[in-house]
């Protein structure tokens, strides 16, 4: 159980890094940059300190991605064979509702994004970034069709951005899913060969889906495969993991890589950054414990309603405050800090009942859906 609960954990710090990483795209562009478009911003010289050290990973969104995708690995693989039975049912139980439960919960943040944006919330004082946020087509019907389809086939989303990760978890899960069943009625020879066909197709779709799967497969085979090893090794390994986390191209601190991987050293060293600080934590026992707590197995539970609402919060929460103090005198330093502090309480409590509710209601229709006779007709051909 520990190292289920230390999996929720990691979640969950992992999405609040996505939170921080785009409060400060919102106003901190020199953390993320080192030579930023936005000269109307102040730009502290610390920042240039922060962004040239190794300790960046607090704030590595894209890293915090790489580390969700390894996660649904490897406990999507864990759900289905825990049982040891009727793995074929809960194969085709688990694939048919997966959709769905993704589905739902995207398409009710991209509809309260659509409704947001008719408040014409000012955003030209902060980053050019957050500045785009507001700007989507304003049909209710495109707004379904970005959360829909735009973020599922296309792996993008002109309302609620952080919706581009779902092309590879509803792909990467399928994945899994058809994996598992090669694994569980053939040889392992033929899933083993699957699994690298499956992997070089994903590349030949697009370098981020063939990036998403991968680290699903790599929390898979952790599951399967992954066996313990020792504190000293654990260690090692979540710093090294940790280490290019935090990885900018232009950072003194990766200069060595970035001889060599130039301007991929951001992307390549963040997805091998996933598999190093999964597997280091769930395959030793001294980390897992650390992590199962009840405050950060609860933060994980909201994980995926905290990533996705955090963004509108940013929007109808965060620059209302920001323009507000700074309306009123109050220095840009303190008005983003009171802006950012507002945004994680308010997407905090409110990710608490969008997680009852709406995630509720995504499971629900799932198992609405499999009770439809054509799953049964499906399970007969498995």
Request: some cysteine; hydrophobic content about 50%.
């Amino acid at each position: 159980m520990s190292k289920i609960n230390s999996a929720e954990s990691i979640r969950g710090l992992a999405c609040f890094a996505v939170i921080i990483s785009h409060l400060i795209l919102t106003f901190f562009p020199g953390l993320h940059y080192l030579n930023p478009e936005d000269e109307h911003l102040p730009n502290y010289e610390f920042f240039t300190t922060v962004f040239n050290s190794p300790f960046t990973f607090f704030y590595a969104g894209s890293a915090a991605v790489y580390i969700f995708f390894v996660l649904s690995g490897f406990v999507l693989s864990y759900a289905i064979l825990k049982s040891g039975k009727d793995i074929n049912r809960k194969i085709a139980s688990m694939t048919i509702k997966r959709y769905p439960r993704l589905a739902v919960p995207a398409l009710v943040s991209c509809l309260l994004v659509w409704a947001a944006f008719h408040l014409n919330i000012d955003t030209s004082s902060a980053t050019h970034w957050i500045s785009r946020m507001g700007s989507a087509d304003g049909s209710m019907l495109y707004a379904i069709y970005d959360a829909l389809i735009n973020a599922f086939i296309f792996g993008k989303s002109e309302y609620n951005w952080v919706l581009w990760t779902m092309q590879s978890e509803l792909l990467g899960s399928v994945v899994i899913f058809a994996l598992l069943y090669i694994k569980t009625n053939f040889k392992n020879l033929v899933f083993f060969i699957s699994s690298i066909v499956f992997l070089i197709g994903s590349f030949g779709l697009s370098t981020q889906l063939g990036f998403g799967v991968f680290c699903f497969l790599f929390g898979m085979f952790t599951y399967l495969y992954g066996f313990k090893v020792n504190n000293h090794i654990a260690i090692l390994m979540l710093i090294i993991g940790l280490y290019f986390a935090g990885a900018h191209n232009e950072s003194a601190s990766y200069f060595i890589f970035n001889k060599f991987l130039g301007n991929y050293t951001h992307s390549l060293l963040s997805v091998a950054s996933g598999p190093l600080v999964v597997y280091s934590i769930l395959m030793n026992s001294k980390l897992s414990g650390i992590l199962d707590t009840k405050p950060l197995v609860f933060l994980g539970k909201l994980s995926f309603s905290l990533y996705l609402l955090h963004m509108l919060m940013i929007y109808i929460v965060g620059m209302p405050i920001f323009n507000y103090m700074n309306s009123i005198g109050f220095a840009y330093m303190s008005s983003t800090i009171a802006a950012s502090v507002a945004v994680i309480i308010t997407s905090l409590i409110s990710s608490i009942f969008y997680s009852e509710y709406i995630d509720d209601l995504s499971i629900n229709i799932g198992k609405k859906i499999e009770k439809k006779r054509w799953i049964r007709k499906f399970e007969q051909h498995l």
